[in-house]
């Protein structure tokens, strides 16, 4: 019962090390360099101390939001691939995954709408200037 | 193998703690994320059934509602800009312009 | 490149060889024409408005309009042919065209049609213009039309996030008024809440019947009480387990747990889904942002929400709650879902109606008597729900007929439902309509004093506002009396207490109703002019609008059964699933049942004509006598979908319009042969 969290420990295990290890390195191996400004908790970014409302450029918020969009409709790709064997057969594949029938666009065809439709939303933002930064 | 009531009470616990976030937390971007957190406890649990009943039904639903969340934050995130660009805080109790 | 190329040679090759998913694929995209119109030309749009620009913005109504045209053209070919009887099946069990998907899709087109008619006109008077509108609308109303034909609990929350994710987008397009945004976000946080519920309903439903299929949770249904009936004896061991050998006590333990564990997940699923669906229509209790979202939209999307949410958020209901979870144990019980929808029916209407009492804010008040609406079409759901559990009880020992009959009853019930939520849609889109051509330039005639005198400055505008009010108050010549007369038919056929609670308390909220519709009547017509003239907005769109919904609203009433029998046919055999024999069988049986009448009343006008035997009894004698009278009916679904329409000066789609309302009542008179070589067809 408790072995079957065992992929769940080894998993945090790795990340916590591996997180430590590059941390570990850095300070091994990093030359170091210091100035007031290196010194500081964020050497690039806002400013440490001050009011902590600081207004961002709206523009950081439009990005934000067409990448949200944009990166998660790689997840529709992912069961596509999965299954193109299949998709791509006319009939059912045999028992060792071969087509024994003839071959079929559909799979193709299938996720080439679903593209299209992708790509015209990107046109769209593209030519609504939304990814220009200025 | 864990059995499916711990995945459940995990999706419990999750779909709870969102849906107290909406009701009772005054930050909108905080709202958001309550939002998105019952969601995601609904997929948990839907990922769970499916592999409980071994048939993809779950999963299928699962993958449409992390796309259908995702377009929901961005519609979300872009009226909280949008309310938001002339004022200095995301206190939702500052929405009180319609009211009867 | 190349290795691109050579790898699709050899798909390429074997393409010709018609590949049985593709054509499948096809041909679902052929019996779903409609959808796939809107859906196309919703991208189209959006397309046009980021590549054509501002130059493309004024024929971008037309466009949108001339798009509905052709998917109205599409939906009124399907309507009442044959072909569609039972139900087919499409997408994989996804989706199913049948009629009640087809009317309420006639419905969603000509909101839309009604609302992009005056929306662009409204935008540009108010300075928020955009180019996005039309597309937006259009893909709010490809959400509603999943809706309408969803099969699967997959297709209802697909469908019910593309509605609402574009109807928050245009809540909050007016960006020039801060109240516009300030509605989105309220809207948006409702909706999203109502989501996260609704999906998780769905999961515990999925949990508890292994399936997500809306016919199959039905057939799963009566097996997760059973179940929870059989593990009872192991129950009271577990409880009791005085004296029992500690193994078998373990045991019984399992058993308990695992006999009840379905019904444990799929009754909060069930109330989840309850509340997510309630939420979108909103009911009271789930009814607070209406009021706000409603008043701080543009008046146009607010025009959709009223009318276009309402027609898919009770499709949805419709299947998911009448379609598959009315077995007796659910719906009829004691503690069946009903009767906490009766209680909330009954708080619904009153709750609205009394809130729309105290508005001075037309907006405010129409949304309010929308909220009213919703409870007395809730009405109409539990009706149908009550019956059909009825009829759908597993084990009882109830004659034959008596089941038929509450089949029959329960069809009627959904009819019932259908034709008020559609003649609701058309009255409210009409008041809506009016109330944003009453005002422009930033300026907005929406407080009540406003409106006084309107009579006088501009009698057409208030002579459809006029009727679209009393339609929706429920008066006899008008459409909305028949709506109500038959919800209340529907509950009084069901004989019990309950329901003749509801009817009675409907009853007295139609006059609570009929106060405030009047009060603004009355102050339209009887009261001097405003001393503040309003402007009204530039362009016909909103008038045609305001008239054609008006002229509905009136011919509908007078044609009142024959634009009941559409909804019948939507509604014949309703429960079961699409494609099945049983399906046909009922659309068969209501055919069979109006040609009787026919040949009844054929035989009735002949002994008439006998008697005086003058020229005009001769015009009713025809054979066609009845069909002839249904094809003003026909006519009346075509007035209300591409009418509208042609509202900008199409006067193709009007053309058009007449010849295709001619197919499907030719097809709906199509001998009854022909129905049966259909099912001998499908037998096999």
């Not at chain 3, 809130?355 to 539990?382: C, E, P």
């Amino acid at each position: 019962m408790a072995a079957s969290y065992l992929p769940a420990l080894v998993f945090v295990i790795f990340a916590v090390g591996f997180g430590a290890l590059m941390l570990g390195l850095t300070m091994v191996l990093g030359p170091k360099r210091t100035s007031a400004i290196k010194d500081e908790p964020f050497e690039c970014g806002s400013e440490p101390i001050g009011s902590p409302r600081v207004k961002f450029s709206v523009k950081f918020y439009q990005v934000a939001i067409l990448f949200l969009v944009f990166d998660i409709e790689v997840a529709f790709l992912y069961p596509w691939a999965s299954l193109f064997r299949e998709l791509s057969c006319t009939g059912a594949l045999d028992a060792a995954g071969v087509c024994t029938s003839g071959a079929s666009l559909f799979g193709l065809v299938e996720m080439l709408v679903f593209l299209v439709v992708l790509v015209l939303a990107l046109a769209y933002v593209w030519r609504k200037r939304a990814l220009d930064w200025a | 193998m864990v059995p499916i009531t711990h995945f459940l009470y995990l999706a419990f616990a999750l779909f709870l703690i969102g849906a107290a976030g909406v009701l009772l937390r005054r930050n909108v971007l905080i709202v958001l994320m309550s939002v998105e957190l019952m969601l995601n406890a609904a997929n948990i649990a839907l990922v769970a059934f499916s592999r409980q009943w071994g048939n993809a039904d779950g999963q299928v639903l699962a993958m449409f509602t992390i796309a259908v969340a995702a377009a929901e934050a961005a519609v979300g995130l872009a009226i909280v800009v949008s309310i938001f660009r002339a004022r200095t805080g995301t206190d939702i109790d500052d929405l009180s312009l319609l009211r009867d | 490149m190349t290795a691109l190329l050579a790898l699709l040679a050899p798909a390429a090759a074997a393409a010709p060889a018609p590949s049985s998913v593709g054509a499948t694929a096809l041909a679902d995209m052929g019996h779903l024409a409609p959808m796939m119109i809107v859906a196309v030309w919703s991208l189209l749009l959006l397309a046009a408005d980021a590549f054509a620009g501002g130059g493309m913005r004024q024929f971008q109504r037309r466009v949108a309009l001339s798009g509905l045209a052709l998917a109205g053209a599409a939906a009124l070919m399907q309507f009442g042919t044959v072909e569609y009887d039972a139900g087919v099946p499409v997408f994989s069990g996804m989706l199913a065209v049948d009629h009640f998907s087809v009317l309420l899709d006639l419905g969603v087109i000509a909101v839309m049609a009604g609302v992009l008619a005056f929306a662009g006109d409204y935008a540009r008077s108010h300075r928020f213009e955009y180019g996005e509108q039309e597309s937006l609308v259009l893909i709010a109303g490809f959400g509603m039309m999943i809706l309408n034909h969803s099969t699967d609990l997959v297709a209802v929350f697909l469908g019910i996030e593309t509605m609402s994710i574009a109807i928050y987008v245009l809540v909050g397009a007016r960006w020039n008024a801060r109240a516009s945004a300030e509605a989105a976000f309220k809207y948006f946080i409702m909706g999203a809440f109502s989501s996260g519920l609704l999906l998780m309903g769905i999961a515990l439903v999925y949990g508890a019947t292994g399936t997500t299929h809306l016919d199959q949770i039905a057939g799963q249904v009566a097996q997760v009480f059973t179940q929870w009936g059989a593990s009872q004896p192991y129950v009271d061991l577990a409880l009791h387990p005085e004296g029992a050998p500690a193994e078998a006590v373990r045991h019984a333990i399992d058993k308990s747990v695992m006999g009840m564990a379905p019904a444990a997940l799929f009754i909060p699923g069930l109330l989840l889904l309850l509340t997510g669906l309630l939420f979108k229509v909103s009911a009271v209790p789930f009814h607070m942002w209406t009021p706000d979202a409603y008043d701080g939209a543009p008046t146009p999307t607010t025009a959709f929400m009223a009318a276009g949410v309402k027609i898919g958020g009770f499709a949805a209901l419709l299947k998911v709650f009448v379609g598959s979870f009315a077995t007796q144990r659910l719906a009829t019980a004691p503690y069946g879902w009903t009767s906490v929808v009766a209680v909330l029916a009954l708080a619904t209407m009153t709750i609205g109606n009394l809130a729309a009492v105290q508005q001075s804010n037309v907006k405010r008040l129409l949304a309010y008597s929308s909220i009213a609406h919703v409870g007395y079409i809730l009405v109409g759901v539990v009706a149908a729900a009550n019956f059909y559990g009825h009829a759908f009880s597993i084990g009882t020992m109830r004659a034959a007929d008596q089941i038929e009959w509450s089949r029959e009853t329960g069809d009627f019930s959904v009819a019932a439902v259908l034709f008020y939520v559609l003649t609701y849609a058309i009255a409210t889109l009409g008041a809506f309509a009016c109330v944003s051509w009453y005002g422009a330039n930033k300026t907005e005639g929406t407080t009540a004093h406003e409106w006084s005198g309107l009579a006088q400055r501009h009698p057409g505008m208030a002579l459809g506002l006029t009727i679209c009010l009393l339609s929706l108050m429920g008066m006899p010549p008008t459409v909305g009396f028949f709506g109500k007369l038959a919800i209340f038919r529907a509950a009084l056929e069901n004989d019990n207490p309950m329901m003749r609670v509801l009817v009675v308390s409907a009853l007295l909220n139609s006059v609570v109703g009929a106060y405030y519709y009047l009060r603004l009547v009355v102050s339209m017509y009887f009261r001097p002019p405003s001393t503040t003239e309003v402007p009204t907005l530039p362009g016909r769109g909103a008038r045609v609008v305001v008239g054609l919904c008006a002229a509905a609203a009136l011919l509908t009433g007078i044609l009142g059964d024959t634009a009941f029998r559409r909804a019948e046919l939507a509604a014949a055999g309703f429960p079961y699933a699409a494609g099945t024999e049983r399906r046909a069988a009922w659309v068969d049986k209501l055919r069979t049942r109006w040609e009787d009448e026919a040949l009844a009343d054929e035989a009735a006008a002949e002994a008439d004509a006998k008697a005086p035997a003058n020229g005009k009894a001769d015009a009713k004698a025809p054979a066609e006598g009845k069909a002839d009278a249904k094809a003003p009916g026909e006519g009346k679904a075509d007035a209300k979908a591409p009418g509208d329409a042609k509202a900008p000066g199409e006067a193709k789609a009007d053309a058009k319009a007449p010849g295709d309302a001619k197919a499907p009542g030719g097809d709906a008179k199509a001998p009854k042969g022909d129905g049966k070589a259909e099912d001998v067809k499908r037998a096999p």
